[in-house]
């Protein structure tokens, strides 16, 4: 009898650990295929993720794309006269401004607004006035520099004078979101070949060869006060920096 009992007892013994290891098989099993399962989320997760990248990244490539598209200028090679007062201005897409255009105008048609300080400062008759023209985006940044002067007989608030001078570099140039040159489409990035094909050898060549951080400067000049004057960049020989001026007392 007491053999019997303890037969038994062997056996519910075996019985409880075998339920006991299966118990930890199935936890296990539950346990890894949670683990599976996290692990595939985890990827869509991050496949949809790497997905967003990508397509953010090729948006921003095209929006890119599209803004240097924008930029690019067609320059027409016909040379010019720079000593004529008609090769003397400046197009903002598409919007022509010369010598005689008010920078009041110049606002209305842009959208660019003068400098808030320099717009009260009075400008004397037959005079000019130095940093009294910076033109402004949205961003408050300076897109392009005017020289105002004042061609009449009376003192007038800035906006009322004409232009005298335009210049825009390529930093100002980065701000802009519309497309900004000078006569023939000449604009930053033009080719040092295209410029001199429209204005033809320049009268004063400065390489600038001590200064390795400034660009070569031709200048193409007509008297003290009237002359354009175009900088490139010593590599690429690209235009970084445009100024012309006109001084018509």
Known sequence: MK????????????????FVLSGCGDEEKSSSSKK?????????????E?????TNDTENNKNDEEKKEKKVSQVDKTPVDYKNKDSYYFVVDGKKFNIDTKLSEITEKTGYT?????????VPSKNYLIGGGYFHNDKKRTVFSIMPINLGSE??????????GFSITKYNYD??????????GITIGTSMD???????????KDMREEYENLGVKYTYKDGS????????????????????RYFNF
């Open 225 to 244: 006060y009237k002359y354009f004057e175009f900088e490139f960049d010593k590599k690429t020989k690209a235009v970084t920096n445009i100024t012309w």
């Open 3 to 18: 053999k019997l009992i303890s037969i038994l007892a062997i056996v519910t013994m075996l019985f409880a650990s075998l």
């Open 155 to 164: 003192t007038v608030k800035t906006p009322e004078t004409t232009i005298g």
């Open 50 to 54: 790497d997905d967003n990248t990508t």
């Open 114 to 122: 003068q400098d808030s300080a320099a717009i009260e400062k009075d």
């Open 175 to 184: 701000e802009v979101d519309k497309n900004i040159e000078i006569c023939n």
């Open 36 to 48: 599976s399962k996290n692990t595939e989320d985890n990827s869509v997760v991050e496949n949809e």
């Open 194 to 204: 295209d410029v001199v094909a429209v204005f033809g050898e320049p009268t004063e």
